[in-house]
């Protein structure tokens, strides 16, 4: 199985920084690539979809990069409600695999 | 308004067996591709299987192969996955997903339903 591996595993930020999350492919996935926001105790949320597509919704500070293997997230200026886990996951092969996650501190 | 509704979680002992339910309204529920996932204590997304929309394809995580079986009724708009020997390792939320056409596109979740594997 491909392994998705993200750094970092947390990061404290101010309101207004520009935070940027990375995942890395064990393998090339082309852009086939999605992330995805969960908040405590709540469902994930779709965020961007083939590296780079905002989900429909989603406010314009995310935005998405990358292809092959290394790939990253960014929020351009962080607000308080970004405060959360975000995932990445591949869609190039089965199983699917997601990163172990990055949290968010504000 | 997308919902997906799960049910069937709880307590099983570990060889044991447990049938999940997943009700889907708000789309056309025999045109889409569903999945589960799964996110144990305190851990990580995992995701689980999934099922093409007339249920001739289906894909699993290596760990669960053999043992869990990913289903649907589209006449019912329900989607299931049997689980067999059960091991303390499942224990996790299991989440009912709707998929959209794009790249990763698991773009609906439920708001999952507990699995409790212990003795």
């Known amino acids: 199985a491909i392994q998705m591996t993200q750094s970092p595993s947390s990061l404290s930020a101010s309101v207004g920084q520009r935070v940027t999350i990375t995942c890395r492919a064990s393998?090339?996935?082309?852009?086939?690539l999605g992330w995805f926001q969960q908040k405590p105790g709540k469902a994930p949320k779709f965020l961007i979809y083939?590296?780079?597509s905002l989900q429909s919704g989603v406010p314009s500070r995310f935005s998405g990069s990358g292809s092959g293997t290394d790939f990253t997230l960014t929020i351009s200026s962080l607000q308080p409600e970004d405060f959360a886990t975000y995932y990445c996951?591949?869609?190039?092969?089965?199983?699917?695999?997601f990163g172990q996650g990055t949290k968010v501190e504000i | 308004e997308v919902q997906l509704v799960e049910s069937g979680g709880g307590l099983v002992q570990p060889g044991g067996s447990l049938r999940l339910s997943c009700t889907a309204s708000?789309?056309?529920?025999?045109?889409?591709?569903m999945s589960w996932a799964r996110q144990a204590p305190g851990k990580g997304l995992e995701w689980v299987a999934n099922?093409?929309?007339?249920?001739?394809?289906?894909n699993y995580v290596d760990s669960v192969k053999g043992r869990f079986t990913i289903s649907r009724d589209n006449a019912k708009n329900s989607l299931y996955l049997q689980m067999n020997s059960l091991r303390v390792e499942d224990t996790a939320v299991y989440y009912c997903?709707?998929?959209?056409?794009?790249?990763?596109?698991?773009?609906?979740w439920g708001q999952g339903t507990l699995v409790t594997v212990s003795s």
């Open positions: 083939a590296a780079s």
């Open positions: 996951l591949q869609d190039y092969n089965y199983p699917r695999t």
């Open positions: 997903v709707k998929e959209t056409v794009v790249v990763a596109g698991l773009d609906y």
């Open positions: 708000g789309f056309s529920f025999s045109s889409y591709w």
């Open positions: 393998q090339g996935i082309r852009n086939d």
């Open positions: 099922i093409k929309q007339d249920g001739s394809e289906k």
